[in-house]
């Protein structure tokens, strides 16, 4: 009776989420095994895949897209009916510890919420379970080789993405406290080699975010016009620095914020990308005899 009582307790526990955050090409794929059997994790989410037991139980992979943009969208489940399939899948496998990879912290809070997942309740960041070392080389091995990782045996890449398959890699998994060297366990990893890393890196233009950014303004409030924008890019996403003017009158308290959440949640739900932050900077308020200069920044 204990025993039945614990099972439909169990049942009804919620799936306990981690999250394993660092730049684009820092090794996380490599390491995500080794972290699962740290901490007893059931299942990955990885660039659009839920990993399970060594196989993919359901999703795709945005290594197999031809170009970066649509990479993102897919490691992000921008697609309905991929978050969907997804979702149903962590429910149905009763999954209880499940582990996120992302390349910030932004990115692994969005993919919970599409899928359906509580937050993450522990992050870990790249940099406290991997060297500089490792870590730059690593890095390298992305940049110049243009090499991914995928934490599934090669026959689950072969039989399901078989024109991105590169090599597969093999690793021992031994705890320090163990002094019998044959007890632990062997991880296979497969190296791919994605066409959008074939040729090169596509990124949205500054001059297309530009637009994209001053249309949102626009839709918001005609009557503000945008004096100035500084567009800055890092592996994480996009930041960007509005200055504008605004009409005298205006009700500030409360639009700066809507705004910058307008424009966020517009462009990524459009492009894919990663804002990470949108700052507005009101340069003057507009149609008084002062014209001052209010240079408040939200």
């Not at 099972?7 to 995500?32: H, W």
Request: hydrophobic share 40%.
């Amino acid at each position: 009776m204990a025993n039945f009582f614990q099972d439909f307790v169990n049942n009804f526990k919620p799936c306990t989420v981690y999250a394993l955050v660092g730049e684009s090409g820092t090794g996380k794929s490599f390491r995500s095994k080794l972290l699962a059997e740290k901490y007893g994790i059931d299942a990955l989410i990885d660039d659009g895949l839920l990993i399970q037991n060594d196989k993919i139980l359901a999703g795709h992979s945005a290594k197999r897209e031809k170009n970066y943009m649509g990479a993102v969208r897919v490691a992000l489940f921008d697609d309905k009916d991929h978050r969907d399939e997804v979702a149903k899948a962590w429910k149905k496998a009763k999954i209880k510890k499940l582990l996120i990879l992302g390349t910030s912290e932004k990115m692994v809070f969005k993919i919970a919420t599409r899928l359906q997942l509580p937050p993450p309740q522990k992050i870990i960041h790249i940099e406290e379970i991997a060297s500089q070392e490792e870590i730059q080389k690593a890095i390298k091995s992305r940049q110049v080789e243009g090499k991914h990782v995928i934490p599934v045996p090669s026959i689950e890449i072969k039989r399901n993405y078989p024109q991105i398959f590169s090599d597969s890699l093999k690793l021992f998994f031994r705890k320090k406290k163990l002094l019998n060297k044959n007890d632990g366990k062997m991880f296979e990893k497969s190296i791919v080699q994605p066409e959008f890393s074939k040729k090169g890196r596509i990124e949205i233009s500054e001059a297309a975010l530009t637009q994209m950014v001053m249309h949102c303004v626009a839709e918001c409030d005609e009557a503000v016009r945008v004096k100035k924008m500084v567009i800055k890019t890092d592996n994480r996403g996009y930041r960007i620095i509005i200055t504008i003017d605004v009409p005298f009158g205006t009700q500030l308290t409360g639009k700066v914020h809507k705004m910058q959440k307008y424009i966020i949640d517009k462009i990524e739900s459009y492009t894919g990308i990663l804002i990470e932050e949108v700052s507005i900077v009101i340069d003057k308020i507009t149609g008084t005899d002062f014209g001052e200069k209010s240079n408040s920044s939200q």
